[in-house]
């Protein structure tokens, strides 16, 4: 009997990302006896988006999804996630496309 060869898996390169953009909760006043507010209260939940980014280098996807979103200063931005090319014409996504997810 011969050993069994591991096969090697077909490891491609993205060809875009899943870019997850978070935004820390917002802070809420807090409430006192008489209907006066003071002082910083609870913070929100954080809200999270994502974005189908036809892009390959990763660094490009996150910096084309934070300059779509330059109205949101104080963000979190990271990639999750390769897109391949397969998923990215499934999608009808033209190179350099930043989506909504």
Known sequence: MHPTVPRMID???????????????????????????????????????????????AGMAIEATTKQLAEDDDKETAVVRPLSSAEIATLKLKTGDVVPA
């Not at 491609?12 to 809420?28: C, D, E, F, L, R």
């Not at 006066?36 to 954080?46: A, D, N, T, Y």
């Open 11 to 57: 490891k491609t390169s993205p060809a875009g990302w899943v870019v997850q953009v978070i935004t820390p909760g917002k802070a809420s006043l807090i409430a006192t006896p008489g209907g006066r507010r003071s002082g910083p209260g609870l913070v929100g939940p954080p809200s999270f988006r994502y974005f189908n980014v036809a892009i390959a280098a």
